[in-house]
């Protein structure tokens, strides 16, 4: 079959993740995934965290399994922390390049995939810049590998959800009364889309997504979320601010931003602002951050930061992920 | 030793994989592997298929081994499938990004392979847009590695070779009563070398080279195949078909196929054309594919293709040639 | 923390390596690393080679640890030797392609640091064109990580340092009645530098750098060497030359040295000029070679050449190195 020019994002992605069981087969969005399901990866994730210095946590739950992760949009960060958790569990790990890759020559999605499958590949970790590409490949796939979703263009993130939702659990418990404020680009962000799925699951007492506005999200698109354009209204008695990262290029066409300077002046997350938030409020950064522009960066290391503790949950909960969909497999 | 321009392409490649006892030590072609040894490699090779869906057969045979996969021309496929051969045997893989390597600052490939065998690698991957290049490494490494050869310019692909013979044998059964029928850029294909190689070995009934005039190999290169330029007369009752990849440049130079359609309407394998194949006639294609181009996309997915199949012979193709070079190894 | 644009190197780079008990817990320069200390480390590297053509040595001293080769400098041949180094101690090893990192999106050093401590890295080995990176990075990071220098700036190459130093003591004994002659552009080379450092802790009888003057270092680097600019005079009696990589560029800076054969005709080893040398001299190079610039190609694989034995030495030293440091962590 030839890859399609674009690919419908449907709404049944929710269900195409869970098996006749409801149990998760695939990660492709934290929508539908009910609370009892969110609950059960964070606890899972939370047995795969260790202090730091102490060694990190392994077992041999994925031993004689394949994860190829397939990035079609570069990636460090997300890249590293999936293979490490793959590693971890004891997999064989194959790391595609795609820049090198034969979809230069023009080989379709289709193809690369069907071309894993037949190597006999148990986990696809996808990232890729266009919308509806990790679901299209899971309704095209055979039903014994999994699909996870490392990034899909400004839809979701799903481990980046998860992980965002365990470090807040850790630092501040129950989210039935939290307000959670998420600072910045929203519109782009496939970071807080995937975030308030989840805290909207888990009962969030209030979300507000602060951003310019020619970066707000349309109005109907997360309805249980405030959308506000003043910053200082948006951190007034929060217990998380979670600061986006800001393309330096969308600053140039904002309205009465001219520069990145005054995007700090106006959006930049920093200490004196956050004396707004409640007390005990924390920061969280997907990363990687720009320091001095959408957070200021003495804010970034200081205690309220939770934001190294998040890539530290994020390598857990994508161990918690591989090992609860390699449950659904056949055993080995 | 200062790396030479050109290679020599020598008569005795095919004794120089050879030890003294006949014995697999090196693969570089399948010139001269005698029917036997073909047959051997493809029984040990047809061990490590497991039906999709089923977990990957795996052994510790190359464990405390080390495999590099030293690709100085750009590939996926080839290299994902030598990397998890050698991971389900247990071997320490190396790969070497040679884009950004020190042959760049214009080390010899001599340099790097002395370098590689000072590292204790067992068995060196190679993959190389000169004729010669695996014969010269083979000629000038010491005698305790083994090189295999993933692609030499248009002159050979062993493995390919090998896993287009485990593929035909798996859906016809004996060669003698077949023909195969390979199609396209014959001329620049190591792919239809090491295929013609193989089958001719192994007693096949009728081999066809079909492609334009100009892409056609010299008449006296391979006596034992029929040189044939009209399609249809082409697939006359072949049981294989094998479309090979053309390069879009390559079909600019044609005379009278003007652009990539017309190259598909004279020499495009379809549904309809391959009506005129036998009943249970089987399609091929080495990948990736150009669909539309070389082969209609409905029957590259259809029941006649075994293109998925070749890509998972291909993996226990490459993981019995690992084994078997090893066992001519001092033991670990 | 913003990375800064420079990086101080500070006096006390040497002590920063040891513990408390004077144990070596990360390897930043030979520098203030006494004779005992450099013994024990070729004693245990001696430990780490086998003949070429038997197995590579191997132990599980690192298993659970995970290794990070982190290149912000390109590099093929010194990231392979860690890689290999790690995984024959059985570490996971996170190869990080830093060209497609976040740090072409303006992420800061500590950033990318920072998370892959939060990821759990044990070890990080670290190559950076900027000097004093891997102290910078060593003073901001935590108590429980290793930092590895594996190439800084012009500044140093702790473990091509060792690797020199084990290859001499393999070939010729004992320092203390040796003559060490080091050729070529000594003022950029961080493989002189380590390289003299260790030769002088370990009483070496003379050290001598011959250079065009435009490449000699500071009269006062190095006291306790001898600034030569005649190759004759510098060969007289050596027992060890060790040839140094030239970059073209800097040759047509040279004053009297118009061309690349100008050079090799004034500072290139030959065989012929080695004649001036002590009965039995070996000659090095740390690689790549530019074969008939700065050494002569058929010298190279001469036996006199101790080039390959050094890159064997480079596995030991860096898995010598690699236990050595993890025996300083928190057992796992």
Chains 1, 2, 3 share one sequence.
Not at 179 to 198: E, L, N, P
Request: proline share 4%; charged share 20%.
């Amino acid at each position: 079959m030839q890859t399609p020019e674009t690919f419908p994002t449907l709404d049944d992605d929710a269900i195409l993740q869970l098996n006749a069981d409801g149990k998760l087969r695939h990660l492709l969005t934290l929508k539908g995934l009910d609370r009892n399901c969110l609950l059960e990866l964070l606890d899972a994730a939370q047995h795969f965290v260790s202090p730091l210095g102490s060694a990190a946590v392994r077992n041999s739950s994925l031993a004689g399994r394949t994860v190829a992760n397939l990035f079609f949009e570069p990636s460090t960060r997300t890249r590293a922390s999936f293979d490490l958790a793959a590693k971890r569990l004891g997999a064989d790990v194959l790391n595609l390049d795609v820049n090198t890759s034969s979809r230069k020559k023009g080989e379709s999605i289709l193809d690369t995939i069907y071309t894993l499958q037949a190597m006999q590949v148990d986990i696809m970790v996808i990232r890729d810049a266009s919308a509806g590409v990790p679901a299209f490949i899971t309704r095209n796939i055979g039903d014994h590998i999994s699909i996870l979703n490392a990034g899909e263009a400004d839809v979701s993130h799903p481990t980046q959800g998860l992980l965002d939702l365990l470090t807040i659990r850790q630092r501040l418990g129950d989210f039935t009364n939290l307000t959670v404020a998420i600072v910045g680009d929203i519109a782009h962000s496939r970071v807080a889309r995937s975030a308030v799925q989840g805290l909207h699951t888990l009962g969030t007492g209030e979300i507000r997504l602060v951003s310019p506005p020619a970066l707000a999200p349309a109005a109907n698109e997360m309805p249980y979320a405030k959308i506000m354009d003043n910053l200082d209204d948006g951190l007034r008695g929060a217990n998380v601010v979670m600061a986006l990262r800001i393309q330096r290029e969308r600053i140039a066409d904002l309205d009465g931003i001219p520069d990145v300077d005054d995007y700090f002046a106006n959006f930049g997350i920093t200490q004196q602002r956050l004396e707004q938030a409640a007390a005990n409020a924390i920061v969280m950064h997907p990363g990687p951050m720009n320091r001095g522009i959408e957070i200021e960066s003495s804010l970034a290391d200081s205690a309220a930061s939770a934001i190294t503790q998040q890539v530290t949950n994020g390598v857990a909960v994508r161990m918690a992920v591989l090992e609860r969909v390699s449950k659904v497999m056949a055993p080995i």
